[in-house]
Structure formats: C-alpha cells, structure tokens
C-alpha cells in the first residue's frame, strides 16, 4: 500500500469513529455539559458561589502596607 492510500485509509478510520462516537444518548440531549448545568448540584453550588461574590463586593479590601522586602546581595567573588 502506497502512502498516500495509508494516509486515506487513516483518516477514513478516523472520520467513522468521530461519526460513531457522535451518537451516543449524551449528544441526541444536547451534549454532557447541559446536563450538568441543569443539576439540582451545580445550581446549588452555583448560587452559593453568586452570593459569595456580592457579599465580598459589598466589604471593603483591605490593601496590604506596601513594604518592600529588601534583595539578598550577591556575593561575587573578586576579580583578578
């Protein structure tokens, strides 16, 4: 078999196993991903996440004092 007929034949394999794959009860609902939005869980968690995020908006920051941590010199040796 030549290269370009394996390289045909390859991707021939590959087109039938993303067609085959397409079909699962997963991708006829719409995809995985909606499912799990639509869960009781990920709302939950998403609405505690949302109510984190006002209360924190609603508090000031408090802003670190700016020190400055001083370098470590380097130690070079002396030049001849």
Known sequence: ???P???LAA???LVAAFALSANTPAAARGGAAANIMSS???QRALEESR???RESAT???VQPSAVHKRKK???HSPRD
């Open 1 to 3: 078999m030549n290269i």
């Open 11 to 13: 991707l021939m394999v």
């Open 40 to 42: 009781p869980g990920y």
């Open 5 to 7: 007929a394996r390289i």
């Open 59 to 61: 508090q000031p920051r």
């Open 51 to 53: 109510k984190r995020y």
């Open 73 to 75: 010199s380097r130690h």
